[in-house]
């Protein structure tokens, strides 16, 4: 079983920043790609950020320039640093993970129970 804690949600003014950490414990081999989505009230849940082992991050456009995703391999947990914060990024912000538990087995897919952010404006 694996389990995926996020923390560092909050309300923060427009222009602020927070940071969102997410650890992976359990019975985890390897930890491949791991994320950050949101979801929106009356919207869908979309990609916020990616990043791979090897530390190749992918972002949303929506938030290039303003977000920093990084990882911490040895402690299994992805941070997501969000600066110049604006109303519209206020969401539940859900960590993902693709782990592997057993050799010879397909990687699994994790998420987290979520964290809000609310940006005031």
């Known amino acids: 079983q694996v389990q995926l804690e996020e923390s560092g949600g909050g309300t923060v003014q427009a222009g602020g920043s927070l940071r969102l950490s997410c650890a992976a414990s359990?019975?985890?081999?390897?930890?491949?790609?791991m994320g950050w989505y949101r979801q929106a009230p009356g919207k869908q849940r979309e990609l916020v950020a990616t990043?791979?082992?090897?530390?190749?991050?992918n972002y949303a456009d929506s938030v290039k320039g303003r977000f920093t995703i990084s990882r911490d391999n040895a402690q299994k947990t992805v941070y997501l640093r969000m600066n110049s914060l604006k109303a519209e990024d206020t969401a539940l912000y859900y960590c993902?993970?693709?782990?592997?538990?057993?050799?010879?087995?397909?990687?699994?897919?994790?998420w987290g129970q979520g964290t809000q952010v609310t940006v005031s404006s």
């Open positions: 993902n993970a693709d782990v592997r538990t057993r050799y010879g087995f397909p990687n699994q897919n994790y």
């Open positions: 990043i791979t082992s090897v530390g190749s991050a």
């Open positions: 359990g019975s985890i081999i390897s930890v491949n790609v």
